[in-house]
């Protein structure tokens, strides 16, 4: 790592964002994210959720850079994950020394994080378009490196989707309005994705809270799968990408080891497919991460979905005096 003493430009001051900073950072994020992939790729909600995020504190954890004129010009954030081993960053900013700036402040967030809960070492992971060249030479300068790529796949609706049949001796349980059904399904979540690049469990009332609070989220879309009584499968869904691109979003897929390659996951895709084409969705949308343990990239590919961007996942380990 080069080393560096980056400062804010002159007349750049900085302070605690809050909720009303919702419509600033949107603007903020739209401009960037147009300039390196040519669309907006972010909503006000998604912004407004951020800000209030359970567990993240804004006044220790982000960090918005203002002109003189108060117009936001940068704005970072690290958002600890499980006991602080995981600490998640994001900064944006198109003036390279605010970048940088903002690059730096989060890093030392994520030091006292690890560091408060007596950790050897912390985790921070950040995820950035492949496209944007500038912020990924800033995290290889401090000594990142990218560890997974994540496609956005995308199947469009163009008619009618026929509704699958589920696979024989299945169950499906639409919907978790209760503590019971919500339990069940954070536990198979836990199971299906541990091992994968930046998961890292939240305990149980957070994640409650968190799904609770999205904008772009209700109890309905979450649907698990019973075999002999045992959940075995979950899929939460989303409206994270009604307002932009009228498509639904699949959040989260999950089958559990034993159960895999018995098509319960592609039961679940095509199930979301044929409820968003009646719900008048031009497509459905997801995430993968071509890391996965399972095969999951092929599996969205045999079932129509095509890449549509190309994200990377990005660490640096960081040895903390404890």
């Known amino acids: 790592m080069r080393s560096v003493n980056v400062v804010l430009p002159d007349g750049y001051g900085v302070r605690t964002p809050e909720p009303s900073d919702a419509v600033g950072i949107f603007g903020l994020m739209a401009a960037y994210n147009t300039a390196v992939v040519g669309f907006a790729d972010c909503t006000l909600d998604e912004i407004a959720d951020g800000l209030v995020e359970p567990g993240f504190d804004p006044s220790t954890d982000g960090f918005l850079v203002v002109a003189a004129d108060g117009r936001p010009v940068g704005y970072g ?61 800033l995290l290889a300068d401090r000594d990142f490196t990218a560890s997974t790529t994540y496609h956005r796949m995308r199947i469009d609706h163009t008619g009618p989707v026929a509704t699958p049949d589920p696979p024989a001796g299945v169950v499906v349980r639409r919907g978790a309005f209760d503590d019971a059904t919500r339990w069940t399904a954070h536990e198979v979540i836990i199971d299906s994705f541990r091992g994968q690049f930046g998961f890292v469990p939240r305990p149980h009332d957070e994640w409650v809270e968190a799904l609770g609070a999205s904008s772009t989220f209700d109890w309905s879309q979450l649907t698990v799968l019973k075999v002999d009584g045992q959940a075995v499968a979950v899929r939460s869904c989303n409206d994270e990408f009604v307002e932009a691109e009228n498509c639904g979003s699949v959040g989260m897929l999950g089958v559990v080891e034993g159960f895999r390659g018995r098509g319960l996951a592609k039961f679940l895709l095509r199930d979301s497919f044929a409820a968003d084409a009646v719900a008048g ?16 990239l092929g599996l969205y590919l045999s079932v129509g979905m095509t890449p549509t961007m190309i994200f990377e996942g990005w660490r640096r380990v960081i040895p903390l005096d404890t």
């Open 281 to 296: 969705r031009a497509g459905t949308i997801l995430h993968v991460d071509t890391n996965n343990p399972t095969p999951a």
């Open 77 to 137: 954030m690290a958002l600890a994950k499980g006991d602080h081993e995981v600490v998640g960053i994001e900064v944006t900013s198109a003036e390279p020394e605010v970048a940088a700036w903002l690059l730096d402040q989060t890093l030392l967030r994520a030091r006292q994080m690890g560091r408060a809960r007596g950790h050897a070492e912390v985790a921070v992971d950040a995820w950035v378009y492949r496209a944007d060249e500038s912020f990924r030479a």
